[in-house]
């Protein structure tokens, strides 16, 4: 071994490049003018940083955000595809986004960080990326906010540990993507912040999200269209809208949602739990899901079927001629309690929903008042059910 060592040595070679990788591979955002005050800009230098990176020869290149500093950042757009197999990116401090107020620097309507194209992506480090949201909230239309953090055609992406604060719109948006890990994360805005979503998921497979806390002001997770092989699990969500797949279907499109399973999951006074929302008119399955072993703290409407979902226009809307046929889904294992008195709603297209299985539910009041299930054109089976679940036909 130290016979090993002097060789090294001799051929000047230092270990610690052995041991954390070639050091033209390592980049430092300060070393590319990065300030972090908080105050100066430094998309530029990130941008430079990113190219340096994204350009390098190893097969792994590392980006560091150095520990306690904040990086202002506005909309960067972090291109690939990248020469290295793998690009890690360390946050260690902090990235702020500016406020409203200087919004007319905004490029790049639809997001703020925003990643195309990169394969091999890691963003991990106990860091911070902070949306500045507040004044965008009471301020600017939704349509006008962006997505705080943009993954847009990817594989292989892993997102470990940071704390994700007050999103200008949602916090993470994962599109047409697969093979993604995300966990350990902390995603955190106020339970009144509009349209502030956890993570949202559309055109994307194989993804994992394991460990994390999501309060936000709306969705904790979201589902859409053309996702298959989605597990969530130990995601504890509240306050915020709980865990949606939809809606499907808006303006008549066909969308696909198949495997999805959400277990070990815990709602802690959201407005809903596990939904499933299909619109009127659309083609195209919602299938092969479930949701097992939840917690409820005081969740209102835990478990939700709504094929009468009308974004934006009002509940209820009328059955068409059309609709997402939503099949083999499964509620087991939900106990604690309801905020609402509907615990169950299956409100299913007149097309009906099929193989629907809810057993081994114990859900009482949070509120001291009797419950109700209600379903409509839902065939399925169901055991050990408390409150009982009588509507579903066989
Ligand atoms: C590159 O990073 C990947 C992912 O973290 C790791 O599995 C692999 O061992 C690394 N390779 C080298 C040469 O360090
Ligand atoms: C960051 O601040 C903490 C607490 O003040 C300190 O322990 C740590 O050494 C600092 N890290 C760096 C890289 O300056
Ligand atoms: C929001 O960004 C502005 C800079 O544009 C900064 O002055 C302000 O402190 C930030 N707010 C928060 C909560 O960090
Ligand atoms: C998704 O990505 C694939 C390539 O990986 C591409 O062929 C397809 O058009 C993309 N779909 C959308 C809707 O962007
Ligand atoms: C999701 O869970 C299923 C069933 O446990 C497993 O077969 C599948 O490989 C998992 N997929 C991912 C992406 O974790
Ligand atoms: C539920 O949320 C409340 C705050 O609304 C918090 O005090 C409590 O610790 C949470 N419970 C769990 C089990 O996370
Ligand atoms: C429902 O699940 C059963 C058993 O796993 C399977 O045979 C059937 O094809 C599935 N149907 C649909 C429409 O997903
Ligand atoms: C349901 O849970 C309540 C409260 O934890 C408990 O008292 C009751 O025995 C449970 N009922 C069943 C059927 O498991």
């Not at 430094?42 to 306690?68: H, M, R, Y």
């Not at 291109?79 to 360390?90: Q, T």
């Not at 299909?278 to 478990?303: K, M, Q, V």
């Not at 009002?314 to 309801?338: L, Y």
């Amino acid at each position: 071994m130290e016979g090993v060592v002097v060789m090294f040595f001799m051929l000047g070679i230092s270990l610690s490049h052995l041991v954390t990788g070639n050091a033209q591979d390592y980049f430092d955002v300060g070393k590319f003018g990065a300030v972090g005050d908080g105050n100066t800009d430094d998309s530029p230098a990130f941008l430079k940083a990113w190219q340096a990176v994204c350009g390098a020869s190893g097969e792994n290149a590392t980006l560091e955000i150095a520990a306690n500093r904040t990086f202002l950042l506005y909309p960067v757009q972090f291109n690939g595809p990248c020469k290295p197999r793998y690009i890690h990116i360390k946050v260690l401090g902090k990235i702020l986004a500016p406020s409203v107020d200087e919004r007319g620097k905004f490029k790049y309507d639809d997001c703020w960080l925003c990643f195309k194209h990169v394969d091999g992506l890691i963003v991990d480090g106990p860091g911070q990326i902070d949306g500045n949201g507040t004044t965008w909230w009471t301020e600017v239309p939704i349509s006008e906010r962006p997505t705080a953090l943009h993954f847009h055609l990817c594989t292989d992406l892993r997102l470990h540990g940071l704390t994700h604060l007050n999103s200008q719109k949602n916090h993470i948006s994962i599109y047409n993507c697969s093979g993604v890990l995300i966990s350990d994360l902390n995603i955190i805005a106020p339970s009144d912040s509009p349209n502030t979503d956890g993570i949202d998921i559309a055109l994307s497979s194989q993804l994992l999200i394991s460990n994390t806390f999501i309060g936000t002001g709306d969705d904790c997770v979201a589902i859409n269209g053309g996702t298959s092989n989605i597990n969530i699990t130990s995601v504890t969500c509240g306050p915020g809208h709980g865990i949606s797949i939809g809606s499907l279907g808006e303006g008549e499109t066909n969308e696909n949602v198949d495997q999805v399973h959400v277990t070990g999951c815990t709602f802690n006074r959201t407005m809903n739990g596990a939904r499933i929302k299909t619109i009127p008119g659309g083609t195209g399955f919602a299938r092969d899901i479930s949701f097992e072993e939840i917690t409820l703290i005081a969740s209102g409407n835990p478990i939700v079927i709504d094929q009468h979902y009308c974004n934006g226009h009002g509940h209820h809307c009328q059955d068409q001629e059309k609709a997402i046929a939503v099949s083999n889904v499964t509620f087991r294992g939900f106990r604690g309690t309801s905020a609402a008195v509907e615990a169950i709603n299956l409100d299913c297209s007149k097309q009906g929903c099929r193989g629907i299985t809810i057993d081994n539910i114990n859900i009482s009041s949070s509120v001291g008042k009797d419950l109700r299930v209600v379903c409509n054109n839902a065939y399925g089976t169901t055991a050990s059910t408390v409150p009982e679940v009588s509507c579903l036909s066989s």
